[in-house]
C-alpha cells in the first residue's frame, strides 16, 4: 500500500487550520493520500513517507504545539523522512507603496528562521512564509487589554493562488517519497 502524507497544523484561531486544510486538499487533488491532524494529537510518524508542518508565529516564537511536535519527533525527522514547513503570518500588508510593505513579510521569514535554527538537526525540503489573519474581537488574554492590538484593523492575509500554488509544488516533490 502507498505510503500517507502527514499535513500536521498547529493553531490558535483556524487560520493556519485552514491553511492545512487547502494544503491537504490540493495534495489529495495530486494523487496523494493525506492524513490531516493537528501536531499535538500526533503521537508516532511511522505510517508516513512525508509530513508537512503549519504553524503560526505569536510573540516572535512558532506556536509550541509545532515546536514540541518537532522535540518529539526529531528520531523520525533525522532518520530520513522529509519535512515541508509552512508559517504565518503577517498581518499588516502596510500601504504597499513603502519600503516598509515588504519588510513585514521579510521579519516574519526572519522569526521563523531563527525558530528553525533552534533545531540543528532539522532539514526541511522547503519553507513557506504565508500570510496570516487577524481579528481583534478575537483577542485573548492578556493580548486584549493592550489597547494598540484592539485598535489594530482586521485583516486576512492569506493568499489562498498562493498557497495553492505552493501545495502544488510541494506534490510534485512529495511523489517518489509517498509511493515508496
Ligand atoms: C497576539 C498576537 C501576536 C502575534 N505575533 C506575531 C509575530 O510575532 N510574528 C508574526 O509574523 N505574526 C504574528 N501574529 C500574527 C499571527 O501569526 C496570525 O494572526 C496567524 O494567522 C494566527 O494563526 P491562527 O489563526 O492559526 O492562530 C500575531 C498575532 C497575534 C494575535
Given at each position: 500500500m502507498d505510503k500517507k502524507v502527514l499535513v500536521a497544523y498547529a493553531s490558535t484561531h483556524g487560520s493556519t487550520q485552514e491553511v492545512a486544510e487547502a494544503v491537504a486538499a490540493t495534495l489529495r487533488v495530486h494523487g496523494l493520500t493525506v492524513d490531516l491532524q493537528p501536531?499535538?494529537?500526533v503521537r508516532r510518524l511511522q505510517d508516513y513517507s512525508a509530513v508537512v508542518l503549519g504553524a503560526p508565529l505569536y510573540m516572535f516564537h512558532l506556536h509550541k504545539d509545532a515546536l514540541r511536535f518537532l522535540s518529539r519527533h526529531q528520531k523520525a525527522l533525522t532518520g530520513g523522512l522529509p519535512i515541508a514547513i509552512f508559517a504565518g503570518g503577517p498581518i499588516e500588508s502596510g500601504d504597499g507603496k513603502t519600503p516598509e510593505a515588504g519588510d513585514v513579510w521579510q521579519e516574519t521569514r526572519k522569526?521563523?528562521?531563527?525558530?528553525?535554527?533552534k533545531y540543528p538537526w532539522l532539514s526541511p525540503a522547503a519553507v513557506e512564509v504565508i500570510g496570516g489573519r487577524f481579528d481583534p474581537s478575537g483577542l485573548r488574554l492578556p493580548w486584549s487589554l493592550i489597547p494598540a492590538m484592539r485598535q489594530m484593523p482586521p485583516s486576512d492575509l492569506r493568499d489562498w493562488e498562493a498557497i495553492r500554488g505552493w501545495a502544488r509544488d510541494l506534490a510534485a516533490r512529495l511523489q517518489p517519497a509517498a509511493s515508496n
Open positions: 501536531a499535538r494529537d522569526q521563523l528562521d531563527r525558530e528553525l535554527a
